[in-house]
């Protein structure tokens, strides 16, 4: 896990994690019993390369979705993939009726995600987010259970 939240510069935005202990502690934050957080971890030859969640909010029974991806396995649609199977498990499975997430428009790779996992954008934020001392904008998607489903070949869900 360290490393890859230590893959690339822009990971800090997950929390600071510098060491093994730190790592594992983030790890056993988004998936104790109590958390609202239900996360899936991508895994390519017993390595992690990315991770999808869910952050539930129960009373509305929306989702915020979130996702990353260490640099190394980006740009070969796997992250497409495994999203689009997270969102179909969240809202045929899991109960939820809505989805919502957001992303730097300086980051228009997410925004490709989105759109292929089936969201649509609802709009931006202005000067959302500060990173580095810059306001940056961010652009904000939702889907709803009724949206139309994308065309996609699902990665396969192992639970423990």
Not at 5 to 21: F, H, I, K, W, Y
Not at 75 to 87: E, I, P
Not at 126 to 134: N, P, S, T
């Amino acid at each position: 896990m360290l490393w890859a939240l230590a893959s690339n510069p822009d990971m800090a935005r997950q929390g600071v994690v510098t060491s093994v202990e730190e790592a594992s502690a983030y790890g056993v934050r988004l998936g104790s019993a109590d958390s609202s957080h239900e996360p899936w971890a991508i895994v390519d030859s017993d390595a992690l390369i990315g991770l999808v969640c869910v952050t539930v909010d129960e009373d509305n029974r929306n989702g915020w979705f979130w996702y990353w991806m260490t640099d190394r396995a980006r740009g070969r649609g796997v992250m497409s993939r495994a999203a689009a199977t997270v969102a179909e498990w969240a809202l045929a499975e899991r109960g939820l009726e809505r989805l919502e997430l957001g992303h730097r428009v300086n980051n228009p790779a997410s925004g490709v995600v989105a759109r292929r996992v089936g969201f649509v954008k609802e709009g931006t934020q202005r000067q959302k987010f500060l990173v580095d001392g810059e306001r940056l904008d961010a652009d904000t998607y939702g889907r709803l259970k009724s949206d139309p489903h994308p065309t996609f070949d699902p990665v396969t869900i192992v639970t423990q």
